[in-house]
Structures are given as C-alpha cells and as structure tokens.
C-alpha cells in the first residue's frame, strides 16, 4: 500500500496535512473493508483505497475531522471509487439502461413537506436513519444532498454521474425516506 507520506507529499498546508492524517489513521480500515465488500475477490481493495483517498484530497476542504457526518463522506467516495473500478474492469456488466434514461416525475407527491425543512433534532435524526435504510444506489446521493448539504453538481463529480443521474437518484431516495416515515407514523 502507498504510505501516508505519498499523500502529504501533494498537501501544501498543515491543517490539510492533519486532516488526511486523521482520514488515514482513522478511517483506512473502513475504507478497506468498503473495498473489499465490494471487489475483493478481485483483490483490488488497494486500488480502490488509494483512488478513494486522492478524491478524498479533493475534498479535504468539506471534512471537519471533529463532525461524525465525514465518516459519510468517506465511505461514499470509498463506494464510488469500488463502483468506478468495477465498471471499468467489466464494462460489459455495467453496460444497463443508465438510471437517467428511466424517467422519473420530479414534480410527484413525494416531495418532503415544508414543515419536516423546520424540525427539531429528534425529527433530523429519524430522516437520517431512513436515509441509512433506502437502497445503496439512493443512499450515497441523499446522504451526500441532505447530510453534508452538497449540490447536485458536486455530488454528479464526487459519484462520477451526471447531474440528470443525481437528480433522479434524490428523488427515489426521497420516496424512498417518505415511505419510511409513513411507516414510522409521521402524516405530515
């Protein structure tokens, strides 16, 4: 595996420097474990931890080691980078109707109510834990959207997607979390 100093060779600040450092110290092992569930009967969790780490570079500005939500950053990018790999090994099994050619009405009753936009903390965490329960392809964009607060284009660079893609995927992922609310109770 590449050492930590590979990366910090390309960082030009310290606060830059530290915060890689945590990630590194911190998270490899996820990000490992990420890969591995995903191509590690390929044995390309390396490849796949040091693509996730240089775009985590990238996005070095948006981490704040002391906010648990960078974890959802990590292992988003970590999913990305297995994602990307796959599809470039084995284009062949990729090659499906993209989800941006599947149409989708935007403009549709699952739309979160203005009211869940005012809620309490008790309200956020439960939106949260719906996310963390809709499908993995939804998952990373409503995380990365209502989460982390990332606008569709840079959630389209950060997942290698189109916008049109991102756009599609938050709004499955937001039926997906009204559901999961109607099933917990909430009317609004």
Wanted: aromatic share 6%.
């Amino acid at each position: 595996m590449i050492s930590l100093s590979l990366y910090m060779g390309m960082l030009v600040t310290d606060e830059e420097r530290d915060k890689l450092e945590h990630i590194y110290i911190n998270y490899k092992k996820i990000m490992s474990v990420i890969a591995s569930r995903k191509v590690g009967k390929y044995h390309a969790e390396e490849d796949v931890v040091h693509n996730a780490i240089l775009k985590l570079i990238k996005y070095l500005d948006r981490i704040d080691i002391d906010d648990s939500k960078s974890m959802i950053l990590v292992k988003v990018i970590t999913n990305s980078c297995a994602l990307d790999w796959l599809k470039h090994e084995f284009p062949k099994a990729y090659d499906q109707t993209s989800l941006e050619d599947i149409p989708v009405d935007i403009e549709d009753e699952y739309i979160l109510p203005p009211n869940v936009l005012i809620m309490n903390e008790e309200r956020y965490e439960q939106i949260v834990q719906c996310i963390k329960d809709i499908s993995e392809t939804n998952r990373d964009a409503c995380e990365l959207r209502f989460v982390l607060g990332m606008n569709e284009k840079e959630i389209a660079d950060l997942l290698n997607i189109t916008q049109k893609n991102v756009s599609v995927r938050i709004t499955r992922g937001r039926r997906e979390i009204i559901n999961k609310l109607k099933e917990m109770g909430y009317n609004g």
